[in-house]
């Protein structure tokens, strides 16, 4: 085992410790791991009926709150339609077992439990199988050559007329914006072209004689949505490795930092590697509970991914009301930066906001209260404070994903929700970074994504 990987057991480990300790001072929100006593997704006395809860596994555990039908009678779940029902995670936290997923009948408003960014090409390590066109001018040869990862899975394509491309339907709707992905190495010893076709132009770039991951930018099709890649020279030789299409528009790096360009897949899929997390699109969950109230001391903690930056907020977690006020970790409008936001039921405010935006990546926010005293952590670090004293506000709901007051419009996260922790009352320093430390070691598509 590496010392990165100890470490991070070691995190796991004493995260779950302290909140045994804290007890109904803390809630915890861990959509793909599990809790210290077995359970998933939310595990808080306060939340749950007073019997305990009834798993799939046929088991009442007290404190353990499970998204099941049973539920929403029960008043633990604000309304069925915004809130997933089903369970979400196996006993381990580490496999997605079929048939315990979240479902409802609005799928519109369920948050899907994935790892990392969807792929939706499909046959990405079977490039000449009946997913693609085979009328397009180009010789596939499967596992040809080594591949990034060192395994003999690269394809050899050998280009027989101008323009001779790799082609595959997508299901994508038209006029989406999207981002095409490929590994490119040029097989013959000398740089040669390749193109992408984005729906409106031709983009070319060069294939050295090293690896590297290319996109076109954005593409978006009025028409017959596909993967097009190739090149516009007839004799060009070509070797590609894992092809990828993604809606939305990223760079290689951010596409990877999300675990994209996923293991060999003859379906739609995301990464097989790290954590599991919660996918938002507009969606929410809400919980008909507030673990503290505004003036109280209090802690909340959450981890995500930001894929879209817009003139909309997009609230993580919140703990608020039906008027205005709440108290939120959330990302900026216009720039996807961090931030925690503390607003009385009168319209006053505190924002405190990183110095840098995030977008596309994992980050752990934390919003602090202390007494009079409001602080900012992002990755462990305190980014800002602020001592302004608010007017009153009552708190009556947590949410995930949206913000839950009578301004949330427009405020959903459009991305990855991987852990959150609030707390009521406050903690020493050293042991809110060993939660912190915990969130993080549980974030990310990819392997320790957040280190600190």
Not at 226 to 253: K, M, Q, Y
Not at 302 to 318: H, M
């Amino acid at each position: 085992m590496t010392l990165l990987l100890r470490q991070q057991r070691n995190d796991r480990r004493a995260g779950y410790a302290l909140l045994r300790r804290l007890g109904d001072r803390a809630v915890a929100l861990l959509p793909g791991v599990a809790n210290p006593d077995g359970s998933h997704w939310i595990t808080n006395a306060s939340l749950t009926p007073t019997a305990g809860t009834l798993g799939p596994d046929g088991v009442r555990r007290p404190g353990a709150l499970w998204f099941n039908t049973a539920q929403d009678s029960a008043n633990t779940i604000a309304t069925a339609v915004d809130s997933p029902v089903g369970f979400l995670s196996d006993g381990l936290g580490t496999v997605e077992a079929p048939g315990k997923n979240a479902t409802q009948a609005t799928g519109a408003n369920k948050p899907v439990l994935r790892r990392g960014v969807l792929n939706t090409l499909l046959s990405n390590g079977v490039l000449n199988s009946a997913s693609w066109n085979s009328n397009n001018n180009v010789t596939v040869t499967n596992n040809y050559a080594t591949a990034p990862d060192g395994t003999t899975t690269a394809a050899r394509v050998q280009v027989n007329a101008a323009n001779g491309a790799l082609i595959q339907g997508l299901s994508i709707s038209a006029n989406t914006q999207f981002t095409q992905m490929v590994w490119v190495k040029s097989n013959t010893g000398s740089s040669q072209t390749y193109q992408f076709w984005n729906g409106s132009a031709s983009i070319q770039g060069t294939a050295t004689t090293d690896w590297r991951p290319v996109t076109p930018g954005a593409s978006s099709f009025a028409t017959g949505t596909r993967f097009d890649f190739g090149s516009p020279t007839s004799g060009a030789d070509l070797l590609v490795w894992r092809p990828g299409a993604f809606v939305g528009v990223f760079t290689p790096d951010e596409i990877r930092a999300q675990g994209g360009i996923p293991l060999t897949t003859t379906v739609a899929a995301s990464s097989a590697l790290g954590n599991y997390a919660l996918e938002f699109d507009g969606n929410r969950v809400l919980l008909a509970a507030a673990p503290f109230q505004p003036s109280e001391d209090h802690i909340l903690i959450a981890s995500a991914i930001n894929r879209v930056s817009d003139t909309a907020s997009k609230s993580v977690l919140c703990i608020g009301n039906a008027g205005q006020g709440f108290v939120e970790v959330s990302f900026s409008p216009s720039g996807s930066i961090p931030r925690a936001i503390w607003k009385d039921d009168a319209g006053a405010q505190v924002t405190i906001v990183n110095d840098t935006p995030v977008l596309n990546a994992p980050v752990v926010i934390t919003g602090r209260k202390v007494g009079n005293t409001r602080s900012l952590r992002i990755n462990g670090i305190t980014k800002g404070t602020d001592t302004t004293v608010l007017g009153a506000s009552v708190a009556n709901t947590m949410s995930v994903g949206a913000r839950f007051t009578i301004n949330a419009s427009g405020s959903s996260l459009f991305g990855l929700f991987f852990d959150g922790i609030v707390i009521r009352g406050t903690l020493t320093d050293a042991e809110l970074l060993m939660l912190e430390r915990f969130v993080a070691a549980q974030t990310g598509p990819v392997p320790n994504s957040v280190r600190f």
